[in-house]
């Protein structure tokens, strides 16, 4: 027996879509309205930082001129650069090889190392902070750039995503080089990675800002000023003056900036990595 097939007047698809319509400007207007009030404090006077207006009555630059000849805030920002962009290419390279391998090659416990990598997305990093610092101090990385990079660049889902990549490739291709004479390496670097630059760049974009908004483990291992990154920055520029909205909003701004720049230019790119990294 089939079942009756519910059908729509025009009006009421017009009622649907108007719903729709209203519940995607809502949760527009929640996702932006916060930007919005980071911006509009970081140009407004401390007298009016808890005003109603949402647009400064006289805005002013002194809150940004303050942040950067005030606070070391130009270190903190290269010290995030570095880590961020050190980071990146590190782990491109290491789990693009471990993709492959976990991919193609056959060697014994293969298919237990994956499931071992895999199952750490279920640890977050609270839980394994204590371990994780007792072994970084241990190997003298305290307050040092390689403690800040080194334990960042292990991540699965990096690993994970390439892997499954990795799997979609016709091995055909792999084949043909192998007749060529190509070994492992050769096929690795010269058809395997021009291969997945389009998920490649993707990975680049995500690993940059989530190292760009660090937090957690920067403070745990940095007391040293000199190392601090942007987030632990801020976070104590806010302790500082807990009263000073206005240049804490205007250091967020500077920090947000670049992050929300490259969204909006490779937004394409991260969803293409998406569509393109479906499971086997």
């Known amino acids: 027996m089939s079942r009756p097939v519910l059908t729509l007047s025009l009006p009421q698809i017009r009622i649907v879509r108007g719903v729709q319509m209203l519940v ?6 929640m996702t932006v309205f916060p930007l919005f009030w980071m ?14 207006t949402l647009v400064p009555q006289a805005p002013t630059f002194q809150n940004f001129v303050y942040v950067f000849t005030e606070v070391n805030f130009l270190r903190y920002l290269f010290n995030t650069l570095l880590v961020s962009a050190s980071v990146t ?3 491109l390279l290491f789990h693009s090889m471990s993709g492959y391998a976990l991919a193609r090659l056959r060697f014994p416990g293969r298919e237990v190392i994956f499931m071992t990598m895999f199952s750490t997305f279920l640890v ?7 371990p994780l610092f007792i072994l970084v101090r241990t190997l003298g990385m ?3 750039y390689a403690g800040l990079i080194i334990p960042a660049i292990f991540n699965a889902f990096g690993i994970f995503l390439l892997r499954q990549y990795y799997l979609s490739i016709p091995r055909e291709l792999e084949e043909a080089a192998v007749i060529d004479g190509a070994g492992y ?8 990675l021009p291969l997945s630059k389009p998920l490649l760049s993707s990975l680049a974009i995500l690993f940059f800002l989530t190292n760009w908004n660090a937090f957690l483990w920067p403070l745990t291992i940095t007391s040293d000023q000199d190392l601090w990154m942007v987030q632990v920055g801020i976070s104590a520029f806010k302790g500082q003056y807990s009263a000073s909205w ?3 909003m205007a250091a967020s701004t500077v920090v947000a900036a670049p992050t929300l720049i490259l969204f909006l230019i490779f937004q394409r790119q991260i969803m293409d990595s998406i569509k393109t990294s479906g499971l086997k």
């Open 142 to 144: 305290l307050n040092s």
């Open 124 to 130: 977050s990093l609270p839980v394994i902070i204590v």
């Open 39 to 52: 911006l509009s404090t970081a140009f407004k006077e401390p007298s009016e930082v808890f005003s109603m």
């Open 246 to 248: 206005n240049y804490i």
């Open 24 to 29: 995607a400007l809502i949760l527009a207007l």
């Open 89 to 91: 290419l590190i782990a």
């Open 185 to 192: 390496w050769r096929i690795y670097w010269s058809l395997v």
